[in-house]
Every structure is written in structure tokens, then in C-alpha cells.
């Protein structure tokens, strides 16, 4: 059955696969899984991923999670902001109380998928997508 919201897919599947300590998970393959799991990595939530081979729904990524020095979670959470049925769209000023807290927001703009701190050094906003810690 196709989801309705693959993006919070995406980050369930991560968090589950965190929280009960798997090296590796794998996860149906897009161009925005690729995005968001490239700033996730940049972020160290995750060592790397790569595209698993074959054709049409059957594309695949593996993830490899990243841990602590004691195998400790450095993936504790995610939250969904924006969703289909409500999009959260964040400006400079929208954005500055976010980038306070420990959580990292990710957001998709006009230059593809970034952190709020990456979107605040260049100065643009766009839609809030998630927010992890």
C-alpha cells in the first residue's frame, strides 16, 4: 500500500531502527529520502547510505546509523512538522527561536534540503520540514 507521507516513513523507520541499536536499515528509495538522509549524515545522526540496485518501487537504500563511543543513540527522536494536509512554511525571523533549542529543524528550500542553521547563514526560509535530536 503507497503511504501518504513518505518523509515521516522515512524518519519513523530511522528512529525505530535507532532505538532497538541496528547497524543497518533499509528504506524505499527517492530523491528527497536521498536529501534528507544526506543532511542527516552531515549532521552525524547517520554514517553514510548508499542505493541499493534495482528497478521501479523495488529501489531500496541502506543506511548505516551512527552511535556514540558506547553504543549510545545519537538519534533520540524526530518530529513531523509540516505535513501534506499542513504545510509550515518558516522565514529569518521564524527561524531564529528554532535554531536556540538542541533539536536540528531541517527545511526545504529554493536550494534544496538544508539545516536551519545552513538556511540561516545564507539567509533564505521555506517549508519546516522536521526537526531531530
Not at 101 to 118: D, H, K, N, W, Y
Amino acid at each position: 500500500m503507497p503511504s501518504t507521507d513518505p518523509i515521516a516513513d522515512l524518519l519513523v523507520a530511522l528512529s525505530n531502527a535507532s532505538r532497538v541499536r541496528h547497524d543497518r536499515t533499509t528504506l524505499p528509495d527517492s530523491r528527497v529520502a536521498k536529501a534528507i538522509l544526506a543532511a542527516l549524515q552531515g549532521e552525524g545522526f547517520i554514517r553514510s547510505f548508499r542505493a541499493l540496485p534495482g528497478k521501479g518501487a523495488s529501489r531500496r537504500i541502506e543506511v548505516c546509523l551512527a552511535y556514540g563511543p558506547k553504543r549510545e543513540c545519537l538519534l533520540n527522536g524526530t518530529t513531523r512538522i509540516s505535513t501534506p494536509g499542513r504545510r509550515v512554511y518558516v522565514g529569518l525571523a521564524g527561524l531564529k527561536p528554532l535554531l536556540r533549542r538542541l533539536e536540528v529543524p531541517f527545511l526545504s528550500t529554493p536550494q534544496g534540503i538544508m539545516t536551519g542553521a545552513q538556511a540561516f547563514s545564507r539567509k533564505i526560509g521555506g517549508e519546516l520540514l522536521c526537526v531531530v535530536w
